[in-house]
């Protein structure tokens, strides 16, 4: 079992920044693969970022590409999301996910979720 926590969302103008960090329970973090996901109103959840269990490899969905970063710390168990030149339409709720084995970019194949925290961008 991992329960995740996240943190660090808020209101922000877009071109500003922003760091979300997800914090994990339990003694195998690094087992997990690790992935960022969002869900604006009306829509459905997407990919955002992933991250393997050693955190050697990244991947990003088109639309953050050059402005999001992820990176994961697992001496404490938690997984970061940088985000930078934030836009409005990255304006959703975030949530990060874990898995076992490799990362997907497909929600149904993440094991357990966070609660999300919300991202508000203006224009």
């Known amino acids: 079992q991992v329960q995740l926590v996240e943190s660090g969302g808020g209101l922000v103008q877009a071109g500003g920044s922003l760091r979300l960090s997800c914090a994990a329970s339990g003694h195998t973090f690094s087992s997990y693969a690790m992935g960022w996901f969002r869900q604006a109103p009306g829509k459905e959840r997407e990919f955002v970022t992933a991250i393997t269990r050693s955190g050697g490899i990244t991947y990003y969905a088109n639309s953050v590409k050059g402005r999001f970063n992820i990176s994961r710390d697992n001496a404490k168990n938690t997984v970061y999301l940088q985000m930078n030149s934030l836009k409005p339409e990255d304006t959703a709720v975030y949530y990060c996910?874990?898995?076992?084995?490799?990362?997907?970019?497909?929600?149904?194949?993440?094991?357990?979720w966070g609660q999300g925290t919300q991202v508000t961008v203006s224009s």
């Open positions: 996910a874990a898995k076992n084995g490799y990362f997907r970019i497909d929600t149904s194949s993440y094991d357990y």
